[in-house]
């Protein structure tokens, strides 16, 4: 069975950071692009980075770059997003999800395995 699990959230004040991280089991993670998600109350879900196994098969969305890394341990099975310089906006529940994809490219729709989620929580 495919199964994630993020792990890492929590408080922190404006400008802090967290290393949220995802355990991937159940396939193999090079066949899959690996997608964070996240969802603030009342809003949609939003995507917020992916990584996949291509060249330049990194994604981040404008408000997150140069904030926030994607990055991956292939042994491990785990991919992380390092969160810095974090703003009350980051404020969410985060989600990984998973597509039987080497492309990251789509919408939540497209990623049909998720994790159970993490909530990450900015005060200022």
């Known amino acids: 069975q495919v199964q994630l699990v993020e792990s890492g959230g929590g408080l922190v004040q404006t400008g802090g950071s967290l290393r949220l991280s995802c355990v991937a089991s159940?396939?193999?993670?090079?066949?899959?692009?690996i997608g964070w998600f996240r969802q603030a109350p009342g809003k949609d879900r939003e995507g917020v980075s992916c990584?996949?196994?291509?060249?330049?098969?990194?994604y981040y969305e404008d408000s997150v770059k140069g904030r926030f890394t994607i990055s991956r341990d292939i042994a491990k099975s785990t991919v992380y997003l390092q969160m810095t310089s974090l703003k009350s906006e980051d404020t969410a529940v985060y989600y990984c999800?998973?597509?039987?994809?080497?492309?990251?490219?789509?919408?939540?729709?497209?990623?049909?395995?998720w994790g159970q989620g993490t909530q990450v929580t900015v005060s200022s």
């Open positions: 999800a998973a597509r039987r994809s080497r492309w990251c490219l789509g919408t939540p729709a497209d990623f049909g395995s």
């Open positions: 159940g396939f193999t993670l090079e066949d899959y692009a």
């Open positions: 990584i996949s196994n291509v060249h330049r098969g990194i």
